[in-house]
């Protein structure tokens, strides 16, 4: 069974430029995570999708971030303008259901520098 | 809100020594309990988990027990390897569906 797959693994922009990361979840799983994850801090929420409605947004900066989930599989989070704090892995994460027992599944992520 | 307390790392140990890694939370209601691995170059694995109070999780020789009385879910491995060199992550979820991590505590193992 492939697993939660990232793209692209790394990138390196200057800021002010806008940026999109890319995520496919497991097959079956309708509900997707996004993440962000500091040098040495664990990961935070970020948005939360069941199927392509986000059910919780309210970590999300909305000013700079957005993200979408059309047809309710594939997702896309942007930045723009990106900031030198946007530095970060952006994690995308999926799980069949929202029963707090759930195991998420998290893809390799994406580590965004910002120059 | 909701948080996760983890001992701060890094932790260095030699092959088949005893590991303990703390963990205590603050949740409302009752939360499930996981520890997370990431090996270098990897996601994010679920290593283990445990949904109710005196539940023991246990994978690879990994075992923590949810301790309700204490609110703690301490991680223990009687015999550590050099494959288990990775950082290790506590996480809790509560009654508002959103998986709240701690810090993080690497470990390495030395042969």
């Known amino acids: 069974e492939a697993g939660v797959v990232q793209s692209p693994r790394y990138k390196i922009i200057e800021k002010k430029q806008p940026v999109a990361f890319w995520c496919n979840p497991i097959s079956g799983h309708n509900t997707l995570y996004w993440y962000l994850q500091n040098l040495g801090q664990g990961p935070e929420l970020l948005i939360r999708y069941e199927n392509e409605e986000a059910v919780d947004d309210s970590q999300l900066p909305k000013d700079r971030f957005s993200a979408e989930r059309l047809k309710g599989v594939d997702s896309t989070l942007k930045i723009q303008p990106a900031e030198l704090g946007d530095s970060a892995v952006y994690l995308c994460?999926?799980?069949?259901?929202?029963?707090?027992?759930?195991?998420?599944?998290f893809g390799p992520g994406t580590r965004l520098t910002v120059l | 809100g909701d948080s996760v307390t983890q001992m701060e790392g890094p932790v260095t140990l030699s092959e088949e020594a005893f590991l303990t890694i703390n963990c205590t939370y603050t949740?409302?209601?009752?939360?499930?309990l996981f520890w997370y691995v990431q090996y270098p170059g990897e996601g994010l694995q679920l290593l283990l988990k445990?949904?109710?109070?005196?539940d023991k999780g246990s994978n690879k020789g990994f075992e923590a027990t949810y301790r309700k009385e204490t609110t703690s879910f301490h991680l223990e491995k009687g015999s550590v390897q050099v494959s288990d060199s990775a950082v290790y992550f506590c996480?809790?979820?509560?009654?508002?569906?959103?998986?709240?991590f701690g810090t993080g505590t690497r470990l390495t193992i030395i042969p």
């Open positions: 994460a999926s799980s069949q259901g929202r029963t707090n027992s759930n195991e998420q599944f």
């Open positions: 949740a409302t209601g009752y939360p499930s």
């Open positions: 996480a809790l979820i509560s009654g508002n569906e959103k998986l709240t």
């Open positions: 445990a949904t109710k109070a005196d």
